[in-house]
């Protein structure tokens, strides 16, 4: 038989699993007691589920009053349960401002007799300062042939999107990468704005991910996305834009302005205490994040952009771990986090994990629930179980274990590769925690079709799986949260990008 690639790591993978089979991995299993898995039932994560991700809290859109609604129900969640407050001033809460930077209303976008709104029917891919008046042309999709025919100096080009992504780049990425890119170029060339138009796989990206574009760009309070810049603006067009945006002499105006303000999100922080009186200072984070993408524009007559997987599937199951750590509390004392603001850029966890609640050399591990009810019912994913991901072998191997003693999911190791094109790992609140060293995983179902679409209903969560993946996590964590020994750093950790 020919020793292929894949051959290699499946061998890799036996080796790495080799020890763990045999019980000799990261402490002994006989110093775990025995857990609490049965108090985590189905009936409670349906409930809590259908709550969560239900119409009444309008999508939880991060900075709103139904973020902050929906926050309020978990925090009464787990005052009800027993979870002690561990959020500021002796409250679940910690709350901390979204910086948001967005074009206003009075920003003026036409071409030729077509006037144009900013968020309906063109999008302007950053909100900088602008104000340009000048001649358009149209240049095809801005070949270098076609480009030889035109003079582009003093004029807003336009052209049409093309091109292949690889395959170690999404689709998404490579469009929005692309766009930026080219738009410096011709920009260096002499233009004074670029225009986008979209081909037919790009008309895809235009209809489901512009939504956020009209939004603005989001930030801590002094982030790299708070800056506002006086630019040349790139402008993004619908495919329909094709039929017009041709026609020779027509004019192209554009007058954008700028608005900058603070508003709040909230995280929600509670504790369990441990029962050995050494341990019970560290802590086992179980993360998740409560916001998703609120009210926006209605598709096929929904408006309500749920977010029952991305993430009420995850408030779900962090509730259910709670519950089974009141009951039967663990000898370290178990930390639970809900993030805001998530989907505006991991917010909440990257402002926790700078400004922890309890002291951050306490926490010993973060293990993160994201999206955890679709696709298939026997599949899932760890991310952070794979160099360079990977910053503990321990934890990983807990996790392992757990999956080979309980749930058995066959799990897909493509999704935490550094090479997949969608980035995966970089997108969830496992990775602030990650970046400072502190051990990190994330147990994941991966993405589906109704992502981040209205159609992300709890209706369409297999509660089962879910269950399971809690079960999952729940018994990693238990085990991390009984064993003497914290778990182990990576030496040299450090993340491709």
Known sequence: MKFTSAHSV???QLLFLFPLLNGLTYGQRSSVPADNRAAIREADIKRDLFAIAG????GREAGTLDELKASVW????????GIEPAGDDGTYFQFFHIQRTRITETSRLSIGNHN?????????????????DAPLVFVGQGTPEDLAKVDIKGKAVALEFSGTAPAELSYRRFLFGTMTRRANELIKAGALAVLWVSNKDAQFYFERWTTGLERGRYDLPGGPNTRVFTQAPTVWLPASAMDWIKQPGQQFTNVVNVESFNYPSVNIVGKIPGTDPTLKNEYVLFSTHQDHDGVRRAVAGDSIWNGADDNGTGCAAVLAIGRAFVQKPA????????????ERGLLGSRYYSAKPTVPRESIVAVLNGEMMGRNAPDSAALLGSQPPHLN???????????????TKFKLDTLWDKAEHPEGWYF???????ARLNIPAICFTSLLHPDYHTPKDEPERINIQKLTNMTRWMYLTGWTVANRPDRPDVVSGFKLER
């Open 74 to 81: 978990i925090a009464e969640q787990m005052r009800a349960m």
């Open 55 to 58: 119409d009444h809290f309008r």
């Open 10 to 12: 499946r061998l890799l």
């Open 116 to 132: 144009l709104t900013h968020g309906q029917d063109a999008f302007i891919l950053a909100p900088a300062i602008a104000s340009v």
């Open 331 to 342: 000898k370290r004392s178990a930390l639970i986090v809900f993030h805001g603001a998530e």
């Open 427 to 433: 997108r969830s609140d496992h990775l602030p925690y």
């Open 392 to 406: 503990s072998v321990a934890l990983v191997n807990s996790a392992l274990a757990a999956n080979q003693s309980l």
